[in-house]
């Protein structure tokens, strides 16, 4: 379920349709190459502009919703995937109602969607890590 508690919007109302599913996840996932590509031409890079394309992809990946399981699952791996793909680290998302919140904020269909929650969480995520001491 998507949506307020108020008014719940059911998954099923906001999946692709089966047959627009590959289409969708080939864009999606070749505008996230061409943006990588295009940011690693440049002399540097911004922490928010790396980001801007992680969330692109993940929020993207889980509004194609292209299985009838397995989607939240599926969309975390290809994060961390493009956040390696990005050189950064995999995060860990522990607290799960701000990750729901921002996330929801970058799904809304309304017009009122925003990527900036979901950056400010994966930043907070990338910049608080410490790093392990060796053994």
């Not at 390696?84 to 809304?108: K, M, N, P, V």
């Not at 309304?110 to 979901?118: N, R």
Request: glycine content about 8%; proline content about 4%; hydrophobic content about 40%.
């Amino acid at each position: 379920m998507t949506g307020t508690n108020e008014h719940p919007i059911p998954s099923h109302a906001r999946a692709t349709a089966g047959v627009r599913v590959p289409a969708r996840l080939e864009k999606t996932c070749n505008d996230f190459n061409k943006t990588i590509g295009e940011l690693e031409r440049q002399n540097t890079v911004r922490l928010d502009d790396l980001l801007l394309a992680v969330v692109g992809l993940y929020a993207k990946a889980l509004s194609i919703h292209p299985f009838l399981d397995g989607n939240g699952r599926t969309a975390f791996r290809l994060l961390q995937y493009a956040l390696l793909r990005c050189g950064l680290a995999c995060i860990a998302l522990e607290d799960y109602t701000e990750h729901q919140w921002a996330l929801g904020r970058a799904l809304r269909t309304d017009g009122g969607h925003s990527y900036t929650p979901l950056m400010g969480l994966f930043a907070a995520k990338l910049t608080s890590a410490q790093p392990r001491e060796e053994d």
